[in-house]
């Protein structure tokens, strides 16, 4: 009788743990816990925070190749995603996709965070919480050089071919020019390629990306016409219903703002744009 007793209160403690196994689990896909735990991080010791990007968008998120001669993620948006890692507590994990994946990857918990020059579109907020505003810019008209002054209002765009990436709000805007062939590709490198191939005549780029092409690529130029967006302004994305981490990343992006080290980050990552 009395081996029975210990046999089944051993069995009680097994159910537990396994109980507070599967638990972890659940957390682990995309609801930060107390404790703290990235997408992928299924109960190891030490904490991840996760964040998806698309890095093809100097000076917000782009690839250099670091002194190692690796490949090397950086920008204003990765050294803000620093600081959110910093503060958690957490290793930072930078997952490089294409734009219109992410906000599915953060839906389904594979990753903790979106940083990549997000855009609040209302649209969004069914899908995913957004954070404050970070940073704000505005919108750019590339063309070919030799086109700049012939594409100088948003009237002369009118029936042309337009190149904007998948997914994005300048799709949105293009959708409003009357007439307009668009162009929708994952890679804002390949949106440049096609406009120097003459494939599409003009593209449609957040101003500080369209500055940084410009200066790197010979032969594209920043027209006079200006796109307008009422979806100004930047903002991280995180899973729906995540308050605690809403919050923190919140926290973050307060001492970022007030003292001054968003401004300094956007200096810092557009010199190194320009390298
Ligand atoms: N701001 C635009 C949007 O939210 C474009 C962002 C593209 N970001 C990128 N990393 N390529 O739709």
Known sequence: MKKWGILIVALMMVTTVLAACGQNKNNAAGNIPANNQGAANNGAASKK?????????????????NEKGDNEIVGFDI??????????????EIKDMQFDSLLNELESGRVDLVISGLSPKPERAKQIDMSKIYYKAEQ????????????GSMESLEGLK???QKGSIQEDMAKTVPNAKLTSLGKINDIIMQLKS?????????????ESFVKNVDGISITDAKPVTEDEGYV???????????????????RLLSDGSIDKFVTEASALAEK
């Open 49 to 65: 925070l996760i964040i998806g990007t698309s890095a093809d968008f100097p000076p917000y998120e782009f690839k250099i190749k």
């Open 79 to 92: 050294e803000i995603a620093k600081e959110i890692a910093k503060d958690l507590g957490a290793e930072l």
């Open 140 to 151: 750019s008209i590339v063309s070919l050089t030799e086109n700049k002054d012939k594409y």
């Open 162 to 164: 337009i190149g904007v």
């Open 198 to 210: 003459g494939r599409v005549d003009v593209a449609i780029i957040e101003g500080p990306v369209a």
């Open 236 to 254: 991280v994305g995180v899973k729906k219903g995540n308050k605690e981490m809403l919050d923190q990343v919140n926290a973050t992006l307060d």
